[in-house]
């Protein structure tokens, strides 16, 4: 049986941060609709709200970013065609057992999250503007989306050199539980991909 696509690559494409990186805090006040973050001397307002329509097109600029999609590694065959793309999104945004939202930092479209549903399973997914990345919004984000989103166990997958994702998913809260092996059209060939788990 042919194993079921998903709506999105499961892990925002983010860089790998370094040490100094690692070493820096960051404080969070979540609240019902939005987090504040406090990175040194850098603020940051992120808010998620229902995705809309309207934010597609935006979206769809966003995963056209080469090195975005090589990170991503399973992303659709054909990342060029807006009209698909659209047509695919609409009706991922009708379908009532998803979760999605978009992510904003200030009033600025830098993103989208989302559950979503595969074989009885609830995955995560995720991207996040190239000028977004490095800055702590990709962990901000995932954490407010898991104070509005209940279902457990949540999945997600990432590349297995997609290391910046894996740090994102281990700050909040996933598991590794294991590895599988599938076609990366961004790459062209089969790779390992790595499999997360919280709750």
């Given at each position: 049986?042919?194993?079921?696509?998903?709506?999105?690559?499961?892990?925002?494409?983010?860089r790998?941060?370094?040490?100094?990186?690692?070493?820096?805090?960051?404080?969070?006040?979540?609240?019902?609709?939005?987090a504040?973050?406090?990175?040194?001397?850098?603020?940051?307002?992120?808010?998620?709200?229902?995705?809309e329509?309207?934010?597609l097109?935006?979206?769809?600029?966003?995963?056209?970013?080469?090195?975005?999609?090589?990170?991503?590694?399973?992303v659709?065959?054909?990342?060029?065609?807006?009209a698909?793309?659209l047509?695919?999104?609409?009706?991922?945004?009708?379908?009532?057992?998803t979760?999605?939202?978009?992510?904003?930092?200030?009033?600025?479209?830098a993103?989208?999250?989302?559950?979503?549903?595969?074989?009885?399973?609830?995955e995560?997914?995720?991207?996040?503007?190239?000028?977004?990345?490095?800055?702590?919004?990709?962990?901000?984000?995932?954490k407010?989306?898991?104070?509005?989103?209940?279902?457990?166990?949540?999945?997600?997958r990432?590349a297995?050199?997609n290391?910046?994702?894996?740090?994102?998913?281990?700050?909040?809260g996933?598991?590794?539980i294991?590895t599988?092996?599938?076609y990366a059209?961004?790459?062209g060939?089969?790779?390992?991909?790595?499999?997360?788990?919280?709750?």
């Amino acid at each position: 049986m042919k194993k079921p696509t998903r709506p999105e690559s499961p892990i925002i494409p983010i860089r790998s941060v370094g040490k100094k990186d690692e070493a820096e805090k960051y404080t969070f006040t979540i609240r019902a609709r939005f987090a504040t973050i406090i990175k040194n001397r850098m603020n940051y307002t992120i808010e998620l709200r229902p995705t809309e329509k309207s934010d597609l097109e935006i979206l769809f600029e966003f995963q056209l970013d080469e090195e975005a999609k090589y990170l991503a590694a399973f992303v659709s065959e054909d990342r060029t065609d807006k009209a698909a793309f659209l047509e695919k999104y609409s009706k991922i945004l009708a379908d009532p057992t998803t979760n999605n939202r978009t992510i904003l930092v200030g009033e600025t479209i830098a993103g989208s999250i989302a559950k979503f549903e595969i074989e009885g399973e609830a995955e995560i997914t995720y991207w996040i503007d190239r000028n977004y990345w490095g800055k702590g919004i990709a962990t901000a984000a995932l954490k407010n989306f898991l104070t509005v989103e209940a279902a457990r166990p949540l999945f997600g997958r990432t590349a297995f050199d997609n290391f910046g994702s894996q740090k994102v998913l281990e700050k909040c809260g996933f598991v590794k539980i294991g590895t599988d092996r599938g076609y990366a059209n961004a790459r062209g060939k089969e790779i390992e991909e790595f499999i997360y788990r919280l709750g």
